[in-house]
């Protein structure tokens, strides 16, 4: 069965850090991409990050900079290291797998991915 879960959530005050991890069971990293997404209040599903299956790493503009995702394939665990967090980061953060497709050169595309953990909020607040 393919699961994510995500954790390390919490409240943190602007210009922290909070590192998030998504466990996976199921599938290894190897062959999936990992994509992380967040969604506020009142708004859309935004893609943040992503990390293809051979490791190779994408950001959004908007954390650009201050994100970092990484992997550790022994643990089967995908990591996004976040810096410098603002207010505009509170939001729910999902990590998503995608199997091989041909949608995987489309970026933050959240219909593209096929598993989803079931969140973890983030908040940034003074």
């Known amino acids: 069965q393919l699961q994510l879960v995500e954790s390390g959530g919490g409240l943190v005050q602007p210009g922290g850090s909070l590192r998030l991890s998504c466990a996976v069971s199921g599938f290894t990293l190897d062959r999936y991409a990992i994509g992380w997404f967040r969604q506020a209040p009142g708004k859309g599903r935004e893609g943040v990050s992503e990390?293809?299956?051979?490791?190779?790493?994408y950001y959004a503009d908007s954390v650009k900079g201050r994100f970092t995702v990484s992997r550790d394939n022994a643990k089967n665990t995908v990591y996004l290291q976040m810096n410098s967090l603002k207010p505009e980061d509170t939001a729910i953060y999902y990590c998503a797998g995608r199997s091989p497709s041909p949608y995987s050169t489309i970026r933050f595309s959240p219909g593209t991915y096929n598993y989803w953990g079931q969140g973890t909020q983030v908040t940034v607040s003074s």
């Open positions: 990390i293809s299956s051979y490791g190779i790493a």
